[in-house]
C-alpha cells in the first residue's frame, strides 16, 4: 500500500508542476511535498489544483487507516471506559452542587459550569469524533458536521475561561479578602459571557464546516468531516494555520500563563509568608482550608494542561511536517492525543472527591444509595448536615427526617460519625 501510495504522490504531482516523473522521482518524500506546497501556493488555480491532486492521489490509495479488528476493540474499550466515568462523574457533581443549598456557593457554580461544558464535550462530540476516527468514516451528515466541530472549540474555550474565571476568583478571595464579594446575578453574568467568547471563537466551525466522500482504488467510500477554508484544506490553508495559533494561543497559553500566575501569588500567600505574633485556632483553620482549596486547583490546571497541551500542538507541528500524516500509525498517535484530551473531562470529579470533603460526602452517599447502606454513619452524618432540601418539579418539599437508633449507640459508630464531623469542620471554606 504504501508503495503504490509513494508511485501516486509522484505520479500525481505532474499535475501540478508539469514535469517529466523521471524528474521528480529523483526528489525524496519531503523534498517534493515542500514544491508541491510552493507551486499551490504561487498558483492562481490553486483550489483547483489542489481537488485535482486530490482526485488523482486517491485513486492509487486503499481505504486510509483501516484499522484491524482488534485494535478497533482496544480502542472502544478505552474510549467507553473514559466516556463512562467522565458521564456519570459529571452528572454527580453538578447534581451535588444544585440539588443541595449548602453548596451553591460561588466558586461550586463555575464547577457546574466546567461539569457542564465536560458533560457536553463527551456526549455531544467526544462520541461521534470517536466513530469517525476509529471507521475513517462520518455517517452522520453535514449538519451534525458542523454542530461537532462547533460544540468541540466551544466547550474547549468554555472549560479553560472557566479555570481562568476560578483562578481569579480565588485569587481575590486570598490576595484582596476585603474587596473579595461576587454576587449570584455577577456570577450567572460571568457564566453566561464565558459561552459567548467561546461561541465567537468557534464561529469559523459553523461557516466552513463541510463533509465530502471520495471514492478509493479498492472500491469504498470514504466520507470526511473537516473545514474548507477560503484557501484551502486542513495542512494547505494558511488561514486555517493562524486560526490554530490564535485558538491556540487563546485557549490554553496565555491562560496558562495568567493562571500560573495568580497560584504562585497565591502560594506565596499561603506557603510563604510569616504573620507577625501567634496565629489563633480559628486563624490556623482558615489558613490550612484555604490551602487545601489552592492545592486542589493546582491539580485540576496542571492536568488540565498535561492533557490538552499533545492535542493543541498536534496539528501546527502535522503542518510544519506533512509528511507525518502519511504514515499509517498516525491514526494511533492521534487516537492517543485525543483521548487523554477527553479524559480531562473524566479526571476533575475524581479530584473533587478525593481533595475535597463536601463533595467525597455526597459522593459516598450515591453509593450508599445504590449499594443500600443507608444505616451507614456517613450517611446519618450528610443528612444530619444537609437541613436544607432541595425542591424541583420530581422531587417533593419535605424536611429531612431521622429517628435515632438506639444500636447507633455503640462506641464504634460514634468514633466513626466523630472522626466525620472533625472531617467536616475542618473544611470550612466550601469548594
Known amino acids: 500500500m504504501d508503495n503504490l501510495f509513494s508511485y501516486g504522490l509522484y505520479n500525481c504531482s505532474t499535475i501540478i508542476l508539469r514535469r517529466d516523473i523521471t524528474i521528480l522521482l529523483m526528489l525524496n518524500r519531503s523534498e517534493l511535498l515542500n514544491i508541491l506546497q510552493n507551486a499551490l501556493?504561487?498558483?492562481?488555480?490553486?483550489?483547483?489544483?489542489?481537488?485535482?491532486?486530490?482526485?488523482?492521489?486517491?485513486?492509487?490509495?486503499?481505504?486510509?487507516?483501516?484499522?484491524?479488528?482488534?485494535?478497533?476493540?482496544?480502542?472502544?474499550l478505552i474510549f467507553a471506559a473514559m466516556l463512562l466515568v467522565a458521564t456519570g462523574g459529571n452528572i454527580i457533581v453538578i447534581w451535588i452542587v444544585l440539588a443541595h443549598q449548602r453548596m451553591r456557593t460561588v466558586t461550586n457554580y463555575f464547577l457546574v459550569n466546567l461539569s457542564v461544558a465536560d458533560l457536553m464535550m463527551s456526549l455531544l462530540n467526544c462520541v461521534f469524533n470517536f466513530i469517525f476516527l476509529l471507521n475513517s468514516d462520518w455517517p452522520f451528515g453535514v449538519v451534525y458536521c458542523t454542530i461537532n466541530n462547533f460544540v468541540a472549540h466551544v466547550t474547549v474555550s468554555s472549560s479553560v475561561l472557566t479555570l481562568v474565571t476560578i483562578s481569579f476568583d480565588r485569587y481575590m478571595a486570598i490576595m484582596r479578602p476585603l474587596k473579595h464579594h461576587m454576587s449570584r446575578k455577577k456570577t450567572v453574568m460571568i457564566v453566561f459571557l464565558i459561552w459567548v467568547i467561546s461561541s465567537i471563537l468557534a464561529v469559523p466551525c459553523l461557516l466552513y464546516s463541510t463533509t465530502e466522500s471520495r471514492r478509493y482504488s479498492n472500491g469504498t467510500t470514504r466520507i470526511s468531516c473537516y473545514l474548507v477554508w477560503p484557501d484551502g484544506t486542513y495542512m494547505h490553508s494558511r488561514i486555517e494555520y493562524f486560526y490554530n495559533i490564535v485558538f491556540l494561543s487563546v485557549t490554553y497559553l496565555v491562560p496558562m500563563a495568567l493562571m500560573a500566575i495568580c497560584y504562585t501569588l497565591m502560594g506565596r500567600k499561603l506557603w510563604g509568608s510569616k504573620s507577625i505574633g501567634e496565629l489563633t485556632y480559628y486563624q490556623k483553620k482558615s489558613i490550612k482550608s484555604k490551602r487545601k482549596v489552592v492545592k486542589m486547583f493546582i491539580i485540576v490546571v496542571v492536568i488540565f494542561a498535561i492533557c490538552w497541551l499533545p492535542y493543541q500542538g498536534f496539528f501546527i507541528f502535522v503542518y510544519h511536517h506533512k509528511h507525518l500524516a502519511e504514515n499509517s500509525n498516525i491514526q494511533h498517535v492521534y487516537l492517543s492525543f485525543y483521548w487523554l484530551a477527553m479524559s480531562n473531562a473524566m479526571v476533575n470529579p475524581i479530584i473533587y472527591y478525593w481533595m475535597n470533603n463536601r463533595f467525597r460526602l455526597y459522593f459516598q452517599l450515591i453509593i450508599c444509595k445504590r449499594t443500600n447502606c443507608d444505616d451507614s454513619p456517613m450517611h446519618d452524618f450528610v443528612k444530619r448536615t444537609d437541613v436544607i432540601p432541595y425542591n424541583s418539579g420530581r422531587l417533593k418539599s419535605a424536611s429531612i427526617r431521622w429517628k435515632r437508633n438506639m444500636a447507633k449507640t455503640q462506641m464504634q459508630n460514634i468514633r466513626m460519625r466523630s472522626i466525620c464531623i472533625n472531617d467536616h469542620k475542618q473544611d470550612t471554606t466550601t469548594v
Request: hydrophobic share 40%.
Open 41 to 76: 501556493d504561487s498558483s492562481t488555480e490553486r483550489q483547483v489544483l489542489h481537488d485535482a491532486f486530490l482526485d488523482c492521489l486517491f485513486n492509487y490509495q486503499e481505504r486510509p487507516f483501516d484499522l484491524s479488528w482488534w485494535q478497533k476493540l482496544f480502542w472502544s
